[in-house]
């Protein structure tokens, strides 16, 4: 960690970001990575979450983010992993997703699902913009090491309404995830966090170097 890798390889960048709300945006707390550095995330803020009339009830007191990774110019983001324990300068800290987090989970025949990984990243698109979860793009991502996972304690009952849905506070968000198809920049996690409270990103992020190209040696008479 710390120097420029060979073609073929990972980088890897582990950093803590940290979010007051309703701020104007989220702050990197510190980087262990020389090469891949706390300007290659970054946290923007989305405002108040909505969905489209009838998709979803209206969620007042909390704030947007989505999390995103850019990768150096001609590489890609590999994967990430909010998941085991990140270095964070000379310490050891916890990976994942950690706050007072809205959570929307999808209820039918008297069965609840969690939705810790999901293609939405657009605020007031469907009903799971109101949902906080990790960001995968269509038919790109395996999920490695552990899979996606999250907690809800449900207690939003009155946003419940007639819909097939769930919403509560959760506290944490983990797992950790390949992407097969990458791109230079790439959405890590949709946030939402409750307004007046303070959320913390703990995650490491690996690059894809672009391949180096190679010239054919000729021999000369």
Same mark, same amino acid.
């Given at each position: 960690?710390?120097? !420029? @890798?060979?073609?073929?390889? !990972? ?14 945006? @989220? @702050?990197?707390?510190?980087?262990? &990575?020389?090469?891949?550095?706390? #300007? ?7 405002? *108040?979450? /909505?969905?489209?009339?009838? #998709? ?16 150096? +110019? ?10 085991? &324990? ?13 706050? +007072? %987090? ?11 699902? !969690?939705?810790?990984?999901? %293609? ?15 960001? *995968? ?17 449900? #207690?939003?009952?009155? %946003?419940?309404?007639? +819909? ?6 959760? /506290? ?50």
């Amino acid at each position: 960690m710390g120097t !420029k @890798m060979h073609h073929g390889s !990972k980088k890897r960048l582990a950093l803590l970001g940290a979010a007051v709300v309703p701020a104007a945006g @989220m @702050m990197i707390g510190s980087s262990a &990575n020389a090469a891949l550095t706390a #300007s290659n995330i970054s946290f923007v803020n989305l405002g *108040t979450p /909505t969905s489209p009339t009838g #998709s979803a009830p209206t969620v007042s007191g909390y704030t947007v983010f989505r999390i995103v990774a850019t990768a150096e +110019t001609g590489d890609t983001i590999a994967g990430d992993d909010f998941t085991g &324990n990140q270095t964070i300068g000379a310490s050891q800290i916890p990976g994942g997703i950690f706050g +007072t %987090l809205l959570q929307r989970w999808t209820y039918a025949s008297s069965a609840t699902t !969690k939705t810790p990984v999901n %293609l939405q990243d657009q605020n007031g698109v469907n009903a799971l913009s109101e949902d906080s979860h990790l960001v *995968t793009f269509s038919n790109q991502a395996v999920a490695i090491g552990a899979a996606p996972n999250e907690d809800n304690d449900q #207690s939003l009952t009155s %946003l419940n309404g007639a +819909t097939a849905a769930r919403f509560g506070n959760g /506290t944490n968000i983990h797992g950790a995830i390949g992407f097969t198809n990458q791109f230079q920049t790439q959405t890590l996690a949709y946030v939402i966090l409750k307004n007046g409270t303070t959320g913390t990103a703990v995650m490491g992020v690996s690059e894809q170097p672009a391949p180096v190209a190679r010239v054919p040696a000729r021999a000369s008479a």
